[in-house]
T-cell receptor, first 111, second 114 residues
Framework: DAKTTQPTSMDCAEGRAANLPCNHSTISGNEYVYWYRQIHSQGPQYIIH???NNETNEMASLIITEDRKSSTLILPHATLRDTAVYYC????????????FGKGTKLTVYP | DAGVIQSPRHEVTEMGQEVTLRCKPI?????LFWYRQTMMRGLELLIYFNNNVPIDDSGMPEDRFSAKMPNASFSNLKIQPSEPRDSAVYFCASSLSGGSQTQYFGPGTRLLVL
């Protein structure tokens, strides 16, 4: 699986949009981009995933650049409960079922 | 659905003792994963099963660790003998083949080996 690069930490004011970047310049054509998050002391939680097109669900939006070398997870209206470590992972869905977690981005939402 | 269930939630034991961690996956899921999380190494995959069969155990640290899945509803991870460096949070996750193959994680077991 391709490696990803994320900032170590980010801050965001409550109610504002949180934009979390991820670089995956070596991504292959059959690899998806997945985002998980881990709130302190809990198990990781799936957020969203995509291949080429932008995706949106009730939690977040995922914007993938046209060359697929980077993506951005957007939490449109961050709340204090969104404070967590966010992991960007690329993987082949039809191959190994492994998820390889990097260090992620620690997002702190402040009042 | 109750989600992935793990027990115990906390375990404190002494070095040399056997430790057994348990996991009940989401009903109908055919993949089960065991992860370990420490401050030093982050979240790492130990082993995963498909239809109760171990597929990849390359992440299992050494022979002291073993995992089994006797049926679709249960898996255990054993450490024998336990050592202080095994102290970590152990997560179990399950997923369904096909589709997005999203992994759903349990709450974890916090293990402290004294």
């Amino acid at each position: 699986d391709a490696k990803t690069t994320q900032p170590t930490s980010m801050d965001c004011a409550e109610g504002r949009a949180a934009n979390l970047p991820c670089n995956h310049s070596t991504i292959s054509g059959n690899e998806y981009v997945y985002w998980y998050r881990q709130i302190h002391s809990q198990g990781p939680q799936y957020i969203i995933h995509g291949l080429k097109n932008n995706e949106t669900n009730e939690m977040a939006s995922l914007i993938i650049t046209e060359d697929r070398k980077s993506s951005t997870l957007i939490l449109p209206h961050a709340t204090l409960r969104d404070t967590a470590v966010y992991y960007c992972i690329v993987r082949v869905v039809s191959g190994s079922e492994k998820l390889v977690f990097g260090k992620g981005t620690k997002l702190t939402v402040y009042p | 659905d109750a989600g992935v269930i793990q027990s115990p939630r906390h375990e404190v034991t002494e070095m040399g003792q056997e430790v057994t961690l348990r996991c009940k996956p989401i009903s109908g899921h055919d993949y089960l994963f065991w992860y370990r999380q420490t401050m030093m190494r982050g979240l790492e995959l130990l082993i995963y099963f498909n239809n109760n069969v171990p597929i990849d155990d390359s992440g299992m640290p050494e022979d002291r660790f073993s995992a089994k899945m006797p049926n679709a509803s249960f898996s255990n991870l054993k450490i024998q003998p336990s050592e202080p460096r095994d102290s970590a949070v152990y997560f179990c996750a399950s997923s369904l083949s096909g589709g997005s193959q999203t992994q759903y994680f349990g709450p974890g077991t916090r293990l402290l080996v004294l």
